[in-house]
């Protein structure tokens, strides 16, 4: 596609159930990042993915947050157990390179109720 | 210290003026620095990209940067309430190996 593809726009889900949100790059681009915005509040790093290397995975807020990259494209961000501070959108952004200009997806808007 | 530092703002402007926007930075191996626009309710949108030392400009908008001062800037001429939103700096971190953004300026700018 022409630009990073996020899925789904928005997500509704109970507290304690389990959520993947799903994020399509810019084809060819190698470097892979998911960020989270809370209402009001600045860009949190969650997870970078570059090219076949182990993921940095130091942004995570705890061991109910994972994600993956499958074959170097699609990445899957998962969150188990949701809990109502999980609330945020989270944004997926894609660069051609490791220090290359990123660019984001539309995002995903979750609430846990 | 944050690794990416902005004002939060608000910076108020009027229509026409000059906006400046500051951004300073920690890790000296910095070498990527991007400025994005970013709407109440949308994504941060890439608006310039800089990686010298000195100045970028494109159209409106003028990025500056000075590495021994560790300092990045984004000027925006003829600002238009259309420019009205949260503008992000970010550096790709030599050091932490990823890209840091600060958390925002909101820009105002009033008719």
């Known amino acids: 596609g022409a630009g990073v593809s996020q899925s789904p726009s928005n997500k509704v889900t109970e507290k304690g159930k389990d959520v993947e949100l799903r994020c399509d790059p810019i084809?060819?681009?190698?470097?892979l990042y998911w960020y989270r915005q809370s209402l009001g509040q600045g860009l949190e790093f969650l997870i970078y993915?570059?090219?076949?290397?182990?993921?940095?995975k130091s942004g995570l807020p705890s061991d109910r947050f994972s994600a993956e990259r499958t074959g170097g494209s699609v990445s899957t961000l998962t969150i188990q157990r949701t809990q109502q501070e999980d609330s945020a959108v989270y944004l997926c952004?894609?660069?051609?390179?490791?220090?290359?200009?990123?660019?984001f997806g539309q995002g995903t808007r979750l609430t846990v109720v | 210290q944050k690794e990416v530092e902005q004002n939060s703002g608000p910076l108020s402007v009027p229509e026409g003026a000059i906006a400046s926007l500051n951004c300073t930075y920690s890790?000296?191996?910095?070498?990527?620095f991007f400025w994005y626009r970013q709407y109440s309710g949308k994504s941060p949108e890439l608006i310039m990209s800089?990686?010298?030392?000195g100045d970028k400009e494109d159209g409106r908008f003028t990025a500056q940067l000075n590495k021994a001062s560790q300092y990045v800037s984004l000027l925006i001429r003829d600002s238009q309430p259309s420019d009205s939103a949260t503008y992000l700096c970010?550096?790709?971190?030599?050091?932490?190996?990823?890209?840091?953004f600060g958390a925002g300026t909101r820009l105002a700018v009033h008719p």
């Open positions: 952004a894609s660069s051609l390179e490791t220090d290359n200009e990123a660019f």
């Open positions: 084809s060819g681009h190698t470097a």
């Open positions: 993915f570059q090219g076949n290397s182990a993921p940095d």
């Open positions: 890790d000296r191996g910095s070498q990527s």
């Open positions: 800089i990686y010298s030392n």
């Open positions: 970010a550096a790709f971190s030599g050091g932490y190996n990823k890209l840091i």
